[in-house]
């Protein structure tokens, strides 16, 4: 995927969420994919799932995670609205389309896991049983197993169940594939490391849109750096205050 923008006049017509995030109804939304790795930085609630969701549902995966044409969730008795509406007004421009690829969602990890092995086992297949593991441990394996293969992946805060060092183990990852140059990811994190990954472009989402951030000037990055350079001073007057006077 190389550029998404929201069509302005088919925007005129919703409301309500997705379609009145501020990034949203600001001026001249258009993102460029210009790395074979794109990190999606920002505070919670700004939008980064929805984000996700939208472009992963505008390339075919459903929202709820997975492979294309996975319905690992029964969205009959849905009454939520989703992120993956707002892909009614966007369009992605492709070079060229690329159809392999995974949507993985760290909140329906095991609902797709349970799907993949009750697939399997109905195909008379071995179950690749990524459940028989730790979280973190299911995570990764499920990362070394499905991101060897070309294709677009779409993740959403894959950190959440990792260590620090298995967060190192997905930093190798994704750094093979930012050199080898012939898969993409665009990824929401919250994770510093991951950030930091060598050469990828990282966006930050706020209130006023979507732009270039170095990782190193992320209130993320500078929170943790003021943690680790004086922890004690650091909490001292975090538990003081609740707006951080440092961050
Ligand atoms: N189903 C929904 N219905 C209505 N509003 C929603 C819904 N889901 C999210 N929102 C709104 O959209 C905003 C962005 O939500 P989203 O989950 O995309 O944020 P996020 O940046 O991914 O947050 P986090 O870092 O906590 O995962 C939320 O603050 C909330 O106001």
Do not use: C
Request: hydrophobic letters at 40%; glycine letters at 8%; aromatic letters at 10%.
């Amino acid at each position: 995927m190389q550029r998404l923008v929201i069509l302005e006049d088919k925007l005129v017509e919703r409301s309500g969420y997705p379609f009145d995030l501020p990034w949203v109804t600001g001026q001249s939304f258009e993102l460029r994919f210009t790395t074979p790795v794109t990190i999606i930085f920002g505070e919670n609630g700004t939008g980064k799932s929805t984000l996700i969701e939208a472009i992963a549902a505008l390339s075919g995966y459903d929202e709820a995670g997975g492979g294309k044409g996975y319905r690992p969730v029964d969205h009959s008795n849905a009454i939520d609205k989703s992120g993956a509406e707002l892909a009614e007004v966007l369009r992605a421009g492709w070079l060229p389309k690329v159809t392999n690829g995974w949507f993985f969602k760290a909140e329906s990890f095991f609902s797709v896991a349970r799907y993949l092995d009750a697939a399997a086992r109905e195909s008379g297949a071995a179950a690749p049983d990524f459940l028989s593991w730790s979280h973190g441990e299911g995570f990764i394996r499920f990362f070394e197993e499905r991101m060897s293969r070309q294709g677009i992946y779409f993740m959403d805060e894959p950190e959440s169940a990792l260590s620090p060092k298995r967060q190192l183990e997905l930093l190798r990852i994704l750094h093979r594939i930012q050199a080898q140059a012939s898969t993409q990811v665009i990824m929401a994190t919250h994770s510093p490391i991951l950030m930091a990954l060598p050469n990828a472009r990282v966006l930050e989402i706020t209130r006023h849109g979507i732009a270039d951030v170095d990782y190193r000037n992320t209130q993320h990055f500078k929170l943790y750096q003021s943690f680790t350079e004086n922890p004690e001073e650091f909490i001292a007057e975090a538990v003081l205050n609740t707006d951080h006077a440092r961050i």
